[in-house]
Nanobody, 130 residues
Framework: QVQLVESGGGSVQAGGSMILSCEAS???????????VGWFRQAPGKQRDGLGF???????RYAESILGRFTLARDNAKNSLYLQMNSLNADDTAMYFC?????????????????????WGQGTQVTVSS
């Protein structure tokens, strides 16, 4: 059974940086790259929004809201996904989740939505203070 576990959240001052990690388990060896994986975040009272995704062909897509500030990275050998966040501001305060689709399912041509994903981590809280 696939499991995703996020780590690295916490509190940071505005303008600071943070790296989130997501470790996946339950994948057969060398298959992590066969999945569309990515990061979402959800602020209190708001919908869960996608931030960026790795597709099965290795392509990366970013939401405009974080373009230039956040960077996705992936280590298939470690079954891990990362989110480097720079120039954080109060609007980045949210619960951050990693998510994955089933094997051999691309992210799709449209922007991926919460309902498109099959596996979710429990989330890690990021709080940015001004």
């Amino acid at each position: 059974q696939v499991q995703l576990v996020e780590s690295g959240g916490g509190s940071v001052q505005a303008g600071g940086s943070m790296i989130l990690s997501c470790e996946a388990s339950g994948y057969p060896p060398n298959t992590f790259g066969w999945h569309c994986v990515g990061w979402f975040r959800q602020a209190p009272g708001k919908q869960r929004d996608g931030l960026g995704f790795f597709d099965t062909n290795g392509g990366i897509r970013y939401a405009e809201s974080i373009l230039g500030r956040f960077t996705l990275a992936r280590d298939n050998a470690k079954n891990s996904l990362y989110l480097q966040m720079n120039s954080l501001n109060a609007d980045d305060t949210a619960m951050y989740f990693c998510a994955a689709k089933r094997a051999w399912t691309s992210c799709g041509s449209n922007w991926p939505l919460e309902g498109d994903f099959d596996y979710w981590g429990q989330g890690t809280q990021v709080t940015v203070s001004s």
